[in-house]
């Protein structure tokens, strides 16, 4: 499992960064990527890096939120700027494409307003 963590409550405008480290004979070849799950939604696809570095997000994301990975540490980020309350979610990383035995708990991330 790959175990999400760095979320909490935070108000509306801020910032939060999540992490998630993985074994390294995951992290090396694998796109990595974020997903969430807000309350009453299916989860749904946030962000993925390559092991090259390049970069896809949610396009409704993208300027807010910041996708990284340092191969050194085996670790992948979410930089989450100017938070609003429709970012309250679990936060979870996977791989891309999904392996379903990644799945971890998760990180809540609670925007208040």
């Known amino acids: 499992q790959l175990q999400a963590s760095g979320g909490g409550l935070v108000q509306a405008g801020g910032s939060l960064r999540l992490s998630c480290a993985a074994p390294?004979?995951?992290?090396?070849?694998?796109?990595m990527a974020w997903y969430r799950q807000a309350p009453g939604y299916q989860r749904e696809w946030v962000a993925d890096?390559?092991?090259?570095?390049?970069?896809n997000y949610k396009r409704s994301l993208k300027g807010r939120f910041t996708i990284s990975r340092d191969n050194a540490k085996n670790t992948v980020y979410l930089q989450m700027n100017r938070l609003e309350p429709e970012d309250t979610a679990v936060y979870y990383c996977?791989?891309?494409?999904?392996?379903?035995?990644?799945w971890g708990q998760g990180t809540l991330v609670t925007v208040s307003s």
């Open positions: 996977n791989t891309l494409p999904i392996r379903g035995d990644f």
């Open positions: 390294r004979s995951i992290f090396s070849i694998n796109d």
């Open positions: 890096i390559t092991p090259s570095g390049q970069i």
